[in-house]
C-alpha cells in the first residue's frame, strides 16, 4: 500500500496540449490498481471574469468524471483573470499563494493527487504559483504534456529539465500524427532519454478529442436549433463553407465526413447536397427562412440545423476556436481517451519512477 499521499503535476510548455485528457486517462488506469487517486488545480487560467464560473464547472466535471468525493477534488487557489492580476500588479493582492498551497494540498486525501498545471512553465509566476514553484514546494513530480508533431519543442523540453530537474519524471507526445508516429520513437524518444526525460507516452492524433458536439457549437453561436434538439451530442469532427456551385457541391461535401456544413440561408440547393453526405449539423447564416421541405428532409435524416444571427466569416471563426479547446464533456471523448492512455502509455515506468506501490 501507499505509505504517504504523493504529487504528480501534469504541466505543459504550450497552451492546450491536451492535459486534461492524459488525466483523465490516468487517473482511470490508477483507480484500476487500486490507487486512490485525486485531483487539484492550483491555478485557475481562466482570463476573462464571464469564463470564471465556466472553469469552476470544469474542474466539477473532473470531479465527476473522475468520481471523486469532495475531500479529493481542489478547487483554484487563484485565477488568472484580468481583475486578479490587476490587483497584483497595483499591490492590492500581496497574498503569499505559495506558503497557502500546503495546507490545500494537504487538504486532499488520497493516494496520489493529480494536479494539473497551468498552460507554460511560467504562468502563474506572478502568484508565486509557477509549475518549478508548485513542484518544489510540495515536492512534487513533473509530468509535461505536449503536442508532439515532429520536430517536437526539444528546445523547451530540455529547457524544463534544467528548471525542473530531478523532479521531471517525463513527458507525453501528444497529438502525432500517424506517419510521424516512427521518428519520434526512432529519434526523439532515445534523445530525450539519453537526456533524461523519458518519454512514457506517444499518443496519436485522434479526430474524435479534437471534435465538437453539435450542443457545444450551439451555445457558442447563441443559434437557434430549427429541428433535431434532441441530436445534439452528435460530433462535428470538420467544418466545411457552403459557397460553390451545386454542380460541385455533392463531390466537395463527400470529402469530410461528421462535418458541420455552414452555407446562407437562401442557398436550399447547397442545405440538400450536404445533407446528402456525412452531416452532423446544417448551420445556416442570413434572414431567409428555410424551406420547409429541407427542415422535413432533415428531420428524416436526423440531422439538427442551427439558424444563427452572425455572417459567415464570424461564424467559421467562431466554430474554428471551439476545436481542439472542448472539455471532455462528452462520454465518448472521455472512453476515447482512456482507451488511449490504456494503449500508448506506459504506467509501470510511472509507478515506478513516483515510488508508488499498487494496492494489492
Request: charged share 25%.
Amino acid at each position: 500500500m501507499v505509505q504517504k499521499t504523493r504529487h504528480l503535476l501534469i504541466g505543459s510548455i504550450e497552451p492546450y496540449s491536451g492535459k486534461t485528457g492524459v488525466i483523465v486517462g490516468m487517473a482511470h488506469q490508477l483507480k484500476s490498481k487500486g490507487l486512490a487517486v485525486s485531483y487539484a488545480k492550483p491555478v485557475g487560467t481562466c482570463f476573462d471574469e464571464q469564463t470564471l464560473e465556466k472553469e469552476e464547472a470544469d474542474v466539477r466535471l473532473m470531479a465527476e468524471v473522475l468520481e471523486l468525493s469532495p475531500t479529493r477534488i481542489g478547487f483554484p487557489l487563484v485565477y488568472l483573470s484580468r481583475e486578479t492580476i490587476s490587483k497584483r500588479l497595483q499591490n492590492e493582492d500581496t497574498k503569499d499563494y505559495l506558503t497557502s498551497l500546503v495546507p490545500y494540498m494537504q487538504s486532499i486525501e488520497g493516494d496520489l493527487v493529480l494536479i494539473e498545471g497551468s498552460g507554460s512553465l511560467d504562468e502563474g509566476i506572478l502568484f508565486g504559483l509557477s509549475l518549478a514553484e508548485i513542484a518544489e514546494k510540495i515536492e512534487a513530480a513533473v509530468l509535461l504534456v505536449t503536442r508532439g508533431n515532429f520536430p517536437p519543442s526539444i528546445d523547451s523540453l530540455l529547457k524544463a529539465k534544467q528548471e525542473l530537474g530531478e523532479r521531471l519524471i517525463g513527458v507525453v507526445l501528444n497529438n502525432v500524427v500517424a506517419e510521424q508516429i516512427d521518428i519520434l520513437q526512432s529519434t526523439v524518444k532515445p534523445f530525450l532519454a539519453k537526456n533524461g526525460i523519458p518519454v512514457l507516452g506517444v499518443l496519436p492524433q485522434s479526430a474524435l478529442l479534437a471534435s465538437v458536439s453539435v450542443r457545444e457549437i450551439t451555445q457558442q453561436l447563441k443559434a437557434q436549433v430549427l429541428c433535431r434538439s434532441d441530436r445534439l451530442d452528435l460530433m462535428v469532427e470538420s467544418l466545411m463553407i457552403g459557397a460553390m456551385n451545386v454542380n460541385a457541391a455533392l463531390e466537395y461535401f463527400s470529402q469530410k465526413r461528421n462535418k458541420a456544413v455552414v452555407t446562407g440561408s437562401d442557398r436550399t440547393d447547397l442545405h440538400f447536397a450536404a445533407l446528402e453526405t456525412s452531416t452532423s449539423c446544417l448551420i445556416l447564416t442570413g434572414t431567409t427562412p428555410p424551406d420547409p421541405i429541407l427542415l422535413s428532409r432533415a428531420e428524416d435524416l436526423e440531422v439538427p440545423v442551427l439558424a444563427v444571427n452572425l455572417d459567415t466569416l464570424k461564424t467559421i471563426e467562431t466554430i474554428k476556436q471551439t476545436f481542439g479547446k472542448v472539455r471532455l464533456q462528452e462520454d465518448i471523448k472521455v472512453r476515447c481517451v482512456q482507451e488511449l492512455m490504456e494503449q500508448y502509455f506506459d504506467f509501470d515506468r510511472l509507478l515506478e519512477q513516483l515510488n508508488v506501490n499498487q494496492a494489492s
